[in-house]
Every structure is written in structure tokens, then in C-alpha cells.
């Protein structure tokens, strides 16, 4: 089955700073990536997608890359703010013999130092 | 507000007993799936729904089970309680079967003791 591993578990940056978090899976069928941010004992909102036809998707400070050769995408956070703060998902999902299979990463912590 | 509700927001009950979540997807979600995520853990998915059949199965114990009705509101009944099933567990709904973006509902947390 399909594997994603998101490093880093934790991450501490300085207000103003770019964060980076970077998640790889294993099954190249694999054709839709979604990032989740989750706030403390709040619901995981969708924050971007990138699907495997795209390379790079950005939003606003918020941009997503994908490398299918490499089987990695990232999640880029810039200018970061106290309220970027939260634990991040990756995920990864495809589309098996009619069903749709997804799979989580373990979550990344970020706090933003004002 | 995702328009995804569950029932109850909490919940607290002993070893060996048995609890039902309920969960309302968006109107016109078609899609339902339930997650299981426990302290400071990831979110490990149990099981999707699609219009009331089962698409699919993820690491999802014997000892649960979920169903989806008529009017696509979901349950998840989780039987025979032990401590290490204390968790938060999420619903999520898609407008399709094979949809990609999933809006989460509040989540219900269940306590066994």
C-alpha cells in the first residue's frame, strides 16, 4: 500500500520566515495531494491541493510543489505569522480499481516565533 | 463552519461498551469518510462511503463498523471499547466518489475508561 513519510515533525521559525515541509510517498499511482492545517482541538481544513498533471500551485504565501520523478511534493509557507501556527498534513491519494485510497502523513508542528 | 456536523461532541464511557458516532456531510456530499486520530497522532483513515455503499477500507478494527443511510447521514459504531480507542475520531465528506477535496466535520471525542 501506498506510504507517506513528512519531515519535519516539528518545525520553529521566526516571524517573517519562510517554512518548508516536505513529504515523499511510495506508490506512483498516487494522483492527488492535499495539505490540512489543523489548529489545537479544531477540525483539519484544507489549505492547497496539487494534482499530479501540475507542478507548482501557489496561493497567496502559501505554495505547493510536486515532483512525480522523485515522488516528493513540499508545502512553502512564507512571510509566516503567529496564526500559520498549527500541525500540517500531507496526504496522498489515488484512485484503485474504482476506489479512492488516501493516506496521511504523521503531521508537521510549526510554531511561528513572533 | 464546513457544513459537516457530528454527534456527540464528546463522549466518555467505560470498557466494553459499545457507542455510535453520527455524522451529516454537506448538502449534496455524496461522500463520507471517517477518521480516527488519536493524542498527538496523525489521522488514520477507517472507512469511505459513496451513496450509501462502502468504497473504501483503511485500517479499520473488527470491532467497528460504520454504515451509511438513505439521506447519506453516516454512523460509525465502535463495539467492545478498550482504553486504547480513545480518540478523536473525524468525519469528512466529497461531493463525489472519487472527489479529491474533503471538508472535515468537529469531530466527536470519545474517552473509554
Known amino acids: 500500500g501506498e506510504n507517506v513519510e513528512q519531515h519535519p515533525s516539528t518545525l520553529s521559525v521566526q516571524e517573517g520566515d519562510s517554512a518548508v515541509i516536505k513529504c515523499t510517498y511510495s506508490?506512483?499511482?498516487?494522483?492527488?495531494f492535499p495539505w490540512y492545517k489543523q489548529e489545537l482541538g479544531k477540525r483539519p481544513q484544507l489549505i492547497i491541493d496539487i494534482r499530479s498533471n501540475v507542478g507548482e500551485k501557489k496561493d497567496q504565501r502559501i505554495a505547493v510543489t510536486l515532483n512525480k520523478t522523485a515522488k516528493h511534493f513540499s508545502l512553502h509557507i512564507t512571510e509566516t505569522q503567529p496564526e500559520d501556527s498549527a500541525v500540517y498534513f500531507c496526504?496522498?491519494?489515488?484512485?484503485?480499481?474504482?476506489?479512492?485510497?488516501?493516506?496521511f502523513g504523521t503531521g508537521t508542528k510549526l510554531q511561528v516565533i513572533p | 463552519d464546513s457544513g459537516v456536523t457530528q454527534t456527540p461532541k464528546h463522549l466518555i464511557t467505560a470498557t466494553g461498551q459499545r457507542v455510535t458516532l453520527r455524522c451529516s456531510p454537506r448538502s449534496g456530499d455524496l461522500s463520507v469518510y471517517w477518521y480516527q486520530q488519536s493524542l498527538d497522532q496523525g489521522l488514520q483513515f477507517l472507512i469511505q462511503?459513496?451513496?450509501?455503499?462502502?468504497?473504501a477500507k483503511g485500517n479499520i478494527l473488527e470491532r467497528f463498523s460504520a454504515q451509511q443511510f438513505p439521506d447519506l447521514h453516516s454512523e460509525l459504531n465502535l463495539s467492545s471499547l478498550e482504553l486504547g480507542d480513545s480518540a478523536l475520531y473525524f468525519c469528512?465528506?466529497?461531493?463525489?466518489?472519487?472527489?479529491?477535496?474533503?471538508?472535515f466535520g468537529p469531530g466527536t471525542r470519545l474517552t473509554v475508561t
Open positions: 506508490d506512483s499511482a498516487s494522483n492527488y
Open positions: 496526504a496522498a491519494e489515488m484512485n484503485s480499481g474504482g476506489y479512492q485510497k488516501v493516506t
Open positions: 469528512a465528506s466529497s461531493v463525489m466518489r472519487d472527489s479529491y477535496e474533503q471538508y
Open positions: 462511503y459513496y451513496n450509501g455503499e462502502e468504497r
